[in-house]
């Protein structure tokens, strides 16, 4: 890092490390909108991280609607049908968690990206295993 921050980030704010500026979620999707694939990393259990996962699909849905597709690693293909179900709306929450095998399959708990898949789900964006 060539300009490290001097301090740690404050809630919701976001930092270019290789610049050292300060971003608002815009000038974020701004740089990210350039980009074929965006991975956003997380720890499992923070729902901090969940929301920033949530926001950067929702702002570039919203600059490329149609365009964009959810890629989870909690997936695997086996599980590809239920998750084109869920986005199709032709399952309950409770079907979906049962046909992805959600608890056996990653046991994290389902709340922490539930805002994230009902968002996919609402704007048909499809969710790949």
Request: net charge negative; aromatic share 10%.
């Amino acid at each position: 890092m060539p300009y490290p921050p001097s301090a740690p980030p404050k809630v919701e704010e976001i930092l270019h490390l290789p610049t050292g500026l300060r971003l608002s979620v815009d000038g974020m999707i701004e740089m990210l909108s350039g980009a074929r694939l965006v991975s956003v990393g997380e720890t499992h259990d923070n729902l901090n991280d969940q929301r920033v996962e949530l926001t950067v699909v929702r702002e570039l849905h919203r600059r490329f609607p149609g365009m964009i597709a959810i890629g989870m690693e909690m997936f695997r293909e086996p599980q590809q049908g239920a998750l084109d179900r869920w986005v199709a709306g032709a399952v309950t929450e409770l079907e979906f968690l049962k046909e992805s095998k959600w608890y056996e399959a990653w046991g994290y708990d389902f709340g922490a990206y539930r805002d994230l898949l009902l968002y996919a789900k609402a704007n048909r964006i499809d969710v790949i295993a």
